[in-house]
């Protein structure tokens, strides 16, 4: 028997990863929920919105978890341009003892589906650019939210089996990495209380269904945004010469974003500089007067974030001035977003996976494996401040991710239209995992 100890906010928990105990009637209590978590399931995957415009989600949210007896606070969180989000924070005290932040996001993507399920989205809306867009929840939102309305019934219902505060989290905006910020902009802990725990988990398909993945340290990439504004002088298409053609400079500054990471990073240091948006120009003979690009950056540590910033401003000057630019016309580069690496607390990630073996099997419980993607749920620990793990729940189905391992063709993941977790096998068991790591933290 091995036994370490956790300091989480000033209170110490002797934590025995060997020893954890899960409700024997707990696997029979979660599939007795399915029929009514698939629903939801359904129900919210059919009817998915975009960042920032989480209104149905989150009332549907607050309105289940309020029939579960939780204190309920809808419209938790403000953005930077002063507008409400749509932060849900249900509480649930029961007694003495370390208060824990089960964080769900609820946030869907501008992507058509193409799965051909029978509960495939159809919607459409318009995004703050004024784009007529299908939306979809490509990344497993809707699961995260089932996995945190079932986990509720289950605490709700064995009260006598913990003590502490469940402090429930329905995040706005995960993918635009704003959501987290927005209720800490909201005082979200000075109104709630600050948790001595977060945890949450996230659906997956490099991971069968019917397992979990975690990690210790870091997990997921840090993630910037940048917008790079590249000025010409505009003239007609068929006299250059009287312009300084902006996309010309634009498309030697992609090029030479690109070596930044190949040539200006360790080679040992994971770092990617992607140009996902390009805009400029309005007619095929018309010499614009500028074009603006969004860039998305990653890495682990704020150092190569920094140095990233700082390379993509001195490559676009440096080719401005090259080009003969007015000084007055130089490139600007602008950091508009910002999250953190999602950094694991190695004493807590301990004792969940000895939560998820006692519950799931050994067999059940993977090793996970940094990712350049990104999260902002690293910011509910506040720099690391409050231990926080976030994990993988399994969502392929196990025969098909043989197959792609086999063949090298990976299954569509987060963020493709075809990704479609195989749902109730995932579902249940992100709700026995996650209720069987509360219920060890607050016991």
């Known amino acids: 028997m091995r036994s370490c100890l956790l300091i989480l906010g000033g209170m ?14 707990l696997p029979s209590s979660v599939q007795g929920q399915l029929p009514s978590l698939i629903e939801t399931y359904k129900h919210l995957h059919q009817n998915p919105e975009l960042s920032h415009h989480e209104e149905k989600t989150s009332a549907y949210l607050g309105g289940e978890l309020r029939k579960l007896g939780y204190t309920v606070t809808e419209h938790v969180g403000k953005y930077e341009d002063g507008t409400q989000a749509f932060g849900i924070v249900a509480v649930l005290e029961n007694g003495a003892g370390p208060r824990l932040l089960i964080r769900s996001d609820m946030d869907a993507l501008p992507v058509e589906e193409k799965t051909g399920l029978e509960y495939a989205s159809t919607v459409k809306t318009t995004n703050a650019q004024g784009q007529n867009v299908s939306v979809m929840h490509a990344c497993g939102h809707d699961i995260h939210i089932t996995v945190l309305l079932g986990t ?53 398909n490099n991971f069968a269904a019917g397992t979990i993945a ?21 003239s007609h298409g068929s006299a250059p010469q009287t312009g300084k053609d902006p996309i010309v400079l634009a498309a030697e500054f992609i090029l030479a974003a690109q070596t930044i990471v190949s040539r200006q990073i360790d080679p040992q ?65 602008k950091v508009f977003e910002n999250t953190p690496a999602t950094i694991n607390d190695p004493g807590l990630n301990a004792k969940i996976r000895a939560s998820g073996e006692a519950a ?50 990976s299954l569509p993941n987060n963020h493709s239209p075809l990704f ?4 109730e096998p995932t579902i249940r068991t992100g709700v026995t995992a996650v209720t069987a790591m509360a219920l060890d933290i607050l016991k």
């Open 269 to 333: 240091t994971p770092a990617v500089v992607t140009v996902g948006t390009i805009h400029g120009g309005t007619k095929n003979n018309i010499i614009p007067e500028e074009v603006t690009m969004g860039l998305s950056l990653r890495s682990f540590s704020d150092e190569i974030r920094a140095k990233m910033v700082s390379e993509l401003d001195r490559e676009a000057k440096g080719l401005a001035e090259g080009y003969g630019i007015p000084a007055d016309r130089m490139p600007t580069v």
């Open 420 to 423: 479609a977790p195989v749902y």
């Open 152 to 204: 509720a019934r289950e605490m709700a219902a064995r009260k006598s089996k913990w003590h502490g505060t469940l402090m429930l989290v329905g995040q706005p905006s995960e993918e635009t990495i704003d959501g987290a910020k927005a209720m800490l902009t909201d005082h979200v802990y000075e109104r709630f209380g600050k948790p001595d725990l977060v945890l949450a988990e996230h659906v997956t």
């Open 360 to 409: 799931l099997g050994k067999e059940n419980v993977r090793d996970a494996l940094p990712l350049m993607g990104s999260e902002d749920v690293g910011q509910f620990s506040l720099e690391g401040k409050i231990p926080a793990v976030m994990f993988w729940v399994g969502g392929a189905d196990a025969q098909k991710l043989e197959e792609s391992h086999r063949t090298g063709v």
């Open 12 to 25: 110490f928990f002797a934590a025995m990863p060997a020893m954890a105990q899960v409700p024997a009637d």
């Open 214 to 234: 975690v990690k210790s340290g870091t997990l997921m990439a840090g993630a910037t945004s940048v917008n790079v504004t590249i000025r010409g002088v505009g």
